[in-house]
């Protein structure tokens, strides 16, 4: 909806296409995926990541190019405009514009493996099939936003040309900054927001904080996991270790009372949760794999380790404990 507002505030929005839009507005138009939902309900695609993600923006993508109208501009998202990039092509299009989440496709899938051959526990929700839609969007694009340097070296990397790419700035919204008032009792509070999966490098930060010495420490884990084996995963690590938790809902609260937040993602083309954390006061830890390692200065307001690095993410965590950053955040 970001992207929605910012074009709607420069008088230049005709439509809009979502799962969900804005009560009231007129522009926006409701898309529902029916086949998906009934498949995910009643068949085994709730079994198969991957086929789930893919059907549903295919799926998605079938019933915004059957709405069209003709426009001089059309804006899409990875995985799910093949079928809209070309239906609005035909309607005389102009200009194609890709916002790309995530790193290039190709780059995405090579670091999910690296997850699962090392963890196992679930699969990913990314298969070949929607790896070449995907770049198909790629090529018929005119241009494509990226909203890190990382994600835009991935591409370049992959053959991409620089003038298709664009940068695209994220804003992190004004409620997070830091709290006027921060805990007394000398726990040391480490903190994680975001989906609990391999790929996002949960078993590299269970592994850290199970080497941590465990008197005055807590882990938060704010979010919610996608398959039984994840489920089953933490489930055991939280019936064997008291100090850590997980819960739901807003993370504002966590991160203001949190001492560092941990991201130790396989692959991310910004994250925003490790930004929110920085608008909190709240130092970061993540991996070399996060596009929002750009906003790091290393010892000031966080570190950068190495992907998958247990050790080096314990260095970090033991350093920060014993000596906290007193930097301008």
């Not at 807003?250 to 930004?275: M, R």
């Amino acid at each position: 909806m970001e992207i929605v507002e910012n074009i709607r505030a420069t008088g230049s929005l005709a439509a809009y296409y979502g799962l969900a839009t804005r009560v009231g507005d007129n522009l926006g138009h409701p898309i529902t995926t029916p086949i998906t939902n009934a498949l995910r309900r009643f068949g085994s695609l709730r079994y198969l990541p991957s086929w789930n993600n893919h059907l549903a923006n295919d799926e998605f993508d079938q019933q915004v190019a059957a709405c069209l109208q003709p426009t001089d501009q059309f804006i899409g998202f990875v995985g799910g405009s093949l079928r809209s990039f070309r239906q609005i092509r035909k309607l005389g299009c102009q200009t194609l514009v890709l916002h790309a989440a995530n790193s290039h496709v190709e780059h995405v899938f090579r670091q999910h493996r690296k997850a699962i051959d090392r963890f196992g526990i679930e699969d990913t929700w990314l298969n070949q099939t929607q790896c070449q839609k995907t770049k198909r969007e790629y090529a018929l694009a005119d241009f494509i936003y990226v909203a890190s340097d990382y994600t835009r070296d991935t591409f370049l990397a992959e053959g991409v040309p620089l003038e298709k790419l664009k940068s695209w700035q994220l804003q992190i919204p004004s409620r997070f900054k830091p709290s006027l008032e921060r805990p007394t009792d000398q726990i040391f509070r480490i903190i994680y927001v975001g989906s609990l999966t391999v790929m996002k490098g949960i078993p590299v930060l269970m592994a850290a904080f199970a080497r941590l010495p465990q008197q005055q420490i807590e882990l938060t884990l704010v979010g919610g996991w996608a398959s039984p084996g994840m489920r089953r995963y933490v489930q055991a690590w939280l019936a064997r270790n008291p100090n850590i938790k997980i819960c739901s809902g807003d993370p504002l609260p966590y991160l203001q009372q949190a001492d560092v937040f941990v991201h130790p993602t396989y692959e991310d083309g910004f994250a925003y949760a490790p930004a929110e954390a920085l608008a909190c006061g709240v130092p970061v830890i993540v991996s070399e794999d996060t596009g929002m390692k750009s906003l790091v200065r290393e010892g000031i307001n966080g570190y950068v380790v190495a992907t998958g690095n247990v050790d080096a993410l314990v260095e970090k965590l033991l350093q920060l404990r014993n000596k906290p950053l007193a930097g301008n955040f």
